[in-house]
């Protein structure tokens, strides 16, 4: 080798060793990179694979033509206008009660006694009436006596008529205070007043007691007496559902005790002032009671709109209750079948049923969703 091949080879090495030192000892980052991610495909829970898919048989879905209906709950409430309050116009003190809280009273019928003062200030004012009025007559039949006869004036004769028509205003008056306070006999001074039922109908609310006190106007009502031959169902109807509501359409109404009997009842008001915290309106419905509503039931209220809608309707047997949900099984390609889930509406003759939502009239569906699922689970 010669001095010039020897200079190069030692430039060469030297220059590697340089490389080594300035890298720092760190490892090539391509080696170090993560490896790249591999993506997955999952089975789509709701495709089943069968073998021999003609064991199965299909069916169509029907059309079905149907006004859209919204459905909301309500509470059973007394007429408003049929529910009349008992009042005592005496003040005094309650010395019998003839009737309870829940109990079907006829009209007229007694209530509650009160023994009143009020009575013996009145019989009172009464009987002095009426002998005021005695006395005005007889001095009346004197006055025409003489004046018939030139012994007095015809103004004693006028005076002494006015004095008897005025006494017998005294004693219309006494008397229907009397009848007011609540005491029809007026040939029979008692300071009892009885108070009577003015309509028939329930006792449904009561504040009296035995024993108990009344003050006339001042004090809360003995009794509250509804007649619930009709009642008002009171229903939360939410803002955007306001276009289905119509004053004089029908209602269905569910009581939620009687679930399987319906009946029908008249829109009669919707509430013109929305609850701001919860934006509903109040909607009335007037229905008539055959016995079994009661004030406080919960009920559910359908409401049918007037625009029909086209749906599917599909045999009972296609769709398959599951997990709170409905489904039906709708053939694909080959022999894949998809799970659809669908909305169930009412029931229809001939055992079908309505289909809000999920599919179309003209699909083609599982007649028995049960059978199937019961066959690819196995």
Same mark, same amino acid.
């Given at each position: ?122 019989? *009172? ?59 029809? *006999?007026?040939?029979?001074? *008692? ?8 309509? *028939? ?178």
């Amino acid at each position: 080798m010669n001095r010039r091949d020897f200079a190069a080879l030692a430039l060469s090495l030297a220059l590697g060793m340089l490389g080594v030192g300035c890298s720092g000892g760190k490892s090539d980052p391509q080696a170090e990179a993560p490896p790249p991610l591999k993506v997955q495909s999952v089975e789509d829970r709701n495709v089943f694979h069968v073998d021999r898919p003609e064991r199965f048989q299909l069916t169509h879905a029907m059309e079905h033509i149907a006004a859209p209906e919204l459905k909301v709950t309500g509470t059973v409430n007394p007429d408003i206008s049929r529910t009349v309050p008992v009042i005592s116009l005496a003040t005094g003190r309650i010395v019998e009660i003839k009737a309870r809280l829940g109990d079907t009273v006829k009209k007229g019928q007694l209530l509650l006694r009160v023994q009143s003062a009020d009575i013996s200030g009145a019989f *009172s004012d009464y009987r002095k009436a009426v002998a005021d009025e005695k006395l005005a007559n007889v001095q009346l039949e004197r006055s025409k006596l003489l004046y018939d006869r030139g012994a007095i004036a015809l103004n004693d004769l006028q005076i002494a008529q006015d004095t008897e028509d005025k006494a017998k205003v005294d004693v219309e008056t006494t008397a229907e205070k009397l009848r007011v306070l609540g005491n029809t *006999s007026l040939d029979q001074p *008692s300071g009892i007043v009885d108070i009577h039922a003015p309509i *028939s109908g329930v006792i449904t609310d009561q504040q009296v007691t035995n024993a108990a006190g009344v003050q006339g106007l001042s004090s809360p009502n003995p009794f509250t007496i509804s007649d619930l031959t009709y009642v008002w169902v009171l229903c939360d109807v939410y803002e955007n559902d306001l276009g289905n509501v119509h004053v004089g359409e029908n209602a269905d109404i569910r009581l939620n005790a009687y679930p399987n009997q319906v009946f029908s009842g008249t829109i009669s008001n919707v509430g013109p002032v929305l609850d701001p915290n919860i934006r509903t309106a109040k909607v009335r419905i007037e229905v008539r009671n055959p016995g079994l509503m009661r004030p406080g039931m919960f009920v559910t209220a359908t409401f049918h709109g007037r625009q029909k809608e086209t749906r599917a309707a599909v045999p009972a047997t296609a769709i398959l209750h599951l997990h709170d949900r409905d489904w039906v099984y709708l053939p694909e390609s080959g022999s894949q079948f998809r799970r659809v889930q669908v909305v169930g509406g009412d029931m229809l003759p001939s055992n079908m049923q309505e289909i809000v939502s999920g599919i179309s009239p003209g699909q083609q569906i599982v007649a028995n969703a049960l059978e199937f699922q019961n066959t690819v689970e196995q």
